[in-house]
């Protein structure tokens, strides 16, 4: 699936993936290939996403994720870069 996080000011990553978890506001959750179609709101916290065989994190704080398609876009308020 694609996976694309935002920030208002530039794009962090693009890129297909196997797998993203994400900072939920009731509690983190997961998204899979097929996965169905939903909108959420993002508490501050980390987004796991694995790329093949390497597990990739980014800090946000706070945001909005939407799945649709095998496409996930997370517009994010903004990340704390941890690299």
Avoid: C, W
Wanted: net charge negative; charged share 25%; proline share 4%.
């Amino acid at each position: 699936m694609l996976l694309e996080i935002y920030t208002p000011d530039r794009k962090i990553f693009e890129g297909q993936v196997d797998s993203a978890t994400f900072p939920g506001t009731k509690g983190s959750f997961q998204v899979l290939n097929n996965h169905a179609p939903l909108i959420s709101t993002l508490e501050k916290g980390t987004v796991e996403y694995k790329v093949k065989n390497s597990i990739e994190e980014v800090t946000i704080a706070g945001g909005v994720v939407e799945v649709l398609n095998n496409k996930v876009v997370v517009l994010a308020e903004s990340i704390t870069e941890e690299d």
